[in-house]
């Protein structure tokens, strides 16, 4: 089990680190959300490119209270998150700063960028359906819509309806369908549950392998993770268990969300920061990025990792993730409403 880390402690034990750099040198501070496995290969490569040293305080929760306790002494210049609910977040909260860039601009697709630039996808992954290979027949389920339907009661498994993955597949949906059609789906979700909303993506999973339920929501890169795993190789038998689904391909196509990067509203080093995002936009960090976390590349034409290539081309929802994100409040209303994790 990974420790959760609070990101005030994680800050307080590193300090001297982020302190104020040696006069004159150059440098930027990061706060990530992302494991240090993900982003330090291409960091180490950014700092011999630049030779600006790039600090970074590793976290899995409590940035956003951080930011804002710190206001403008943050020694954070830039942040690195996952899922544009959290990115929305911090906008809200004032945050973040605008961006203009044309590199960011040329390299991320307008869909997957904030419309002032407060914040930036850097990689993207889409949020599936894993079913059984055994007791799912083709065309049971094409649809998150399907997923409500009455052929499905008691075989649906997924995480709680307030973690920021499930939040924003909710926003997405009142985006696509309007509140009204999103609320009659969720109780319909709800009544086909297998059990009680617990657990994270992959125990979904792990779910559908022991025979709980037969179908789950989970993001593509779990999938990698889970066919790939040396250190827990029970892990291989649940992704072997089951085929991943892109749903609503006859429609509006898959949710996609982002793992994405912004620059903090009191950034003392701002041209650094833009310089570290234009970098992780460009060829070299989108490849290592993307394969690192079996993610895909946020920009066109990075070739993908074999095993994330072989899950086949799909059609993703071409809704900006602005306007997702403006559902998230409604969103979590609702889960609140029809009392999804109860
Ligand atoms: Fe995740």
């Avoid at 009204?180 to 994270?200: H, I, S």
Wanted: charged letters at 25%; aromatic letters at 8%; a positive charge.
């Amino acid at each position: 089990m990974k420790k959760t880390i609070s990101l005030i402690a994680a800050a307080a034990a590193m300090l001297p680190v982020l302190g104020p750099g040696t006069a004159g040198a150059e440098e930027v501070n990061l706060y990530s959300y992302r494991q240090p496995f993900l982003i330090q290969p291409f960091l180490d490569e950014f700092t011999r490119q630049t030779g600006i040293k790039v600090n970074v305080v590793y976290a899995q929760k409590g940035m956003l209270q951080r930011l804002k306790a710190e206001g403008r002494n943050t020694p954070a210049d830039a942040v690195l998150t996952v899922d544009i609910s959290r990115l929305d977040a911090l906008t809200n909260a004032e945050l973040l700063q605008p961006v203009s860039s044309p590199v960011l601009d040329r390299n991320i697709p307008a869909q997957y960028r904030h419309p002032q630039g407060h914040w930036y996808g850097l990689t993207t992954r889409a949020r599936i359906i894993y079913v059984s290979k055994d007791r799912v027949k083709p065309g049971e389920v094409a649809s998150y819509e399907d997923l409500a339907k009455p052929h499905m009661k008691g075989r649906v498994c997924t995480r709680s309806g307030k973690h920021v993955y499930t939040v924003s597949l909710i926003a997405s949906i009142i985006e696509a369908n309007g509140e009204k059609a999103t609320e009659q789906w969720l109780r319909g979700v709800k009544a086909n549950l297998a059990r009680k909303p617990q657990g994270n993506d992959r125990a979904q999973v792990k779910a559908i392998k022991d025979g709980v339920c037969d179908v789950s929501l989970g993001n593509t890169y779990y999938m990698g993770k889970m066919a790939t795993n040396d250190k827990k190789p029970e892990q291989r038998q649940w992704a072997a268990s089951v085929n991943i689904l892109f749903p609503n391909q006859a429609g509006r196509g898959t949710h996609v969300n982002i793992s994405g990067a912004a620059v903090t509203e009191h950034a003392k080093n701002k041209a650094n920061a833009v310089k570290l995002l234009e970098f992780l936009s460009e060829n070299f960090a989108q490849k290592m990025y993307a394969d690192q976390n079996f993610e895909y590349p946020v920009k066109a034409g990075v070739e993908l990792h074999p095993m994330v290539a072989g899950w086949g081309k799909f059609k993703s929802d071409a809704v900006n993730l602005d306007n997702v994100a403006k559902h998230r409040a409604a969103a979590t209303k609702l889960v609140d409403r029809v009392n999804f994790d109860g």
